[in-house]
């Protein structure tokens, strides 16, 4: 029922900034959060950022201070700005789409490459 399409991601160099979007259609009133996941080549997806649906968001430790997570109801639209970005944020990010505590649905993912 609910579809996620990231878009945003490029290739920038180390200390500069991205937005990275994920449009959720029909809508997101039966999500209870959504949440960005990274994964780089040869390692476990990780979780980076996540909004309830109530608003409270959560960063992972490495990237606190450096991205923030938020969205546009009217647009049905979550953000991700990332600065500061490193090398270490390579990876191909993801959206999902939790319901209850199961992340449910996923979009295709967009890369993010960070060259130092």
């Known amino acids: 029922q609910v579809q996620l399409v990231e878009s945003g991601g490029g290739l920038v160099q180390a200390g500069g900034s991205l937005r990275l979007s994920c449009a959720v259609s029909?809508?997101?009133?039966?999500?209870?959060?959504i949440g960005w996941y990274r994964q780089a080549p040869g390692k476990q997806r990780a979780a980076v950022a996540g909004?309830?649906?109530?608003?409270?968001?959560n960063y992972a430790d490495s990237v606190k201070g450096r991205f923030t997570i938020s969205r546009d109801n009217a647009k049905n639209t979550v953000y991700l700005q990332m600065n500061s970005l490193r090398p270490e944020d390579t990876a191909v990010y993801y959206c999902?789409?939790?319901?209850?505590?199961?992340?449910?649905?996923w979009g295709q993912g967009t890369q993010v490459t960070v060259s130092s």
């Open positions: 999902a789409g939790r319901v209850g505590i199961q992340n449910k649905y």
């Open positions: 029909p809508s997101s009133f039966s999500l209870d959060g």
């Open positions: 909004v309830s649906k109530d608003g409270y968001t």
